[in-house]
Nanobody
């Protein structure tokens, strides 16, 4: 059993910053890609940023230059530093990770999400 728990969401003014965390726990043997997705009201879930096990990163165009994804492999935790936030960044942010559990094939797990609201 693997759990992903996001934290760090909240209400922030436009131009402000937040740092999201995603901690994996349970029977984790290793973690490959870790991703942040978001889903705004009435919209489809979209990928925001990806980080590989080796530290390679990819970003959605909407996140480039403002968001930074990172990870701490010892803590099995991914982070999303979000700067220069805009009202259109308002969404529930979800963590997704490809996790290897002993004796099983790797599979993707999801967290339950953390709400980010950007408003004055």
């Amino acid at each position: 059993q693997v759990q992903l728990v996001e934290s760090g969401g909240g209400l922030v003014q436009p131009g402000g910053s937040l740092r999201l965390s995603c901690a994996a726990s349970g029977s984790v043997l290793s973690i490959d890609d870790m991703k942040w997705f978001r889903q705004a009201p009435g919209k489809e879930r979209e990928v925001v940023a990806t980080i590989t096990s080796g530290g390679g990163t990819m970003y959605a165009d909407s996140a480039k230059g403002r968001f930074t994804i990172s990870r701490d492999n010892v803590k099995s935790t991914a982070y999303l530093q979000m700067n220069s936030l805009k009202p259109e960044d308002t969404a529930i942010y979800y963590c997704n990770a490809l996790v290897k559990v002993r004796g099983l094939l790797p599979r993707y797990y999801w967290g339950k999400g953390t709400l980010v609201t950007v408003s004055s």
